[in-house]
């Protein structure tokens, strides 16, 4: 069985950084995508990153793309989401996922595996 445990979110003022990480067990992850997801409550679930486990390769919302960083550490099963330069438009609830690799990195509805949800809060 999978399981996801983001920790790291909290509260930041505009222009700082936090980072989220992602605990992933149960599985080899060798053939995964794993990404970050945020929702606003109210709102549509937005994607936020991905990256391919074996090979590396990311993928950015626009939206944060230069901003946030996602990496992974294979040893410890780790994923984390670097966020710099955030903006009170970057409040959410963020989700780490995961999915056997694939098409579609960016689309949540085809990822399998979620964690609980860690809110960050940016102030103006």
């Known amino acids: 069985q999978v399981q996801l445990v983001e920790s790291g979110g909290g509260l930041v003022q505009a222009g700082g950084s936090l980072r989220l990480s992602c605990a992933a067990s149960g599985r080899t992850f060798s053939n995964y995508i794993m990404g970050w997801f945020r929702q606003a409550r109210g709102k549509e679930r937005e994607f936020v990153a991905a990256i391919r486990w074996g090979g590396g390769i990311t993928y950015y919302a626009d939206s944060v793309k230069g901003r946030f960083t996602i990496s992974k550490d294979t040893a410890k099963n780790m994923v984390y989401l670097q966020m710099n330069s955030l903006e009170p438009e970057d409040t959410d609830v963020y989700y780490c996922?995961?999915?056997?690799?694939?098409?579609?990195?960016?689309?949540?509805?085809?990822?399998?595996?979620w964690g609980q949800g860690y809110r960050v809060t940016v102030s103006s």
């Open positions: 996922a995961a999915k056997t690799t694939g098409h579609h990195a960016t689309q949540g509805k085809t990822y399998v595996y």
